[in-house]
């Protein structure tokens, strides 16, 4: 990660494919922040991570020291980068493929209809969380 926003997960690309995957369902949108808790370590200098078109910018980090706003200046990809989808990610996610063949076959978003996903639940709403501020 970078103090910029630069890149989301640990480098195999599956954060990009998941928030990809909430794109293309609409439950993730341009203006939805997108946050990361890593190791102090883990943060670095801008240059050593350029952005990349699929890459989803952060807008918040935190480490077991602070609270980073990284006030991005990254957008963020519309959807899935299909180019990237690897084999063994179609073979592994087979969700993967009746989502591409959806997306193609019908050319609209899967947005109007996602209740051919397994498990999804239109109106289903996280549990409210309660953050506390740190003693130390």
């Known amino acids: 990660m970078t103090r910029a926003g630069g890149r989301t997960g640990k480098g195999g690309g599956f954060a990009d494919l998941e928030l ?5 369902l609409g439950k993730v949108g341009p203006e939805t922040e997108i946050a990361t808790t890593v190791h ?8 050593r991570l350029p952005m990349m078109p699929h890459d989803s910018a952060l807008h918040w980090i935190a480490t077991e020291k602070e609270l980073v706003e990284t006030k991005t200046v990254f957008g963020q990809p519309k959807g899935v980068d299909w180019d990237r989808v690897q084999p063994d990610q179609y073979a592994n996610i087979p969700f993967l ?4 063949s959806r997306l193609e076959g019908t050319g609209e978003s899967a947005r109007l209809s996602p209740s051919w996903c397994p498990g999804f639940q239109e109106d289903r709403q996280p549990p409210a969380v309660q953050v506390r501020a740190s003693r130390g």
């Open 20 to 24: 990809g995957i909430f794109r293309e």
């Open 40 to 47: 102090s370590s883990q943060v670095v200098d801008d240059a």
């Open 97 to 100: 493929k009746e989502l591409r």
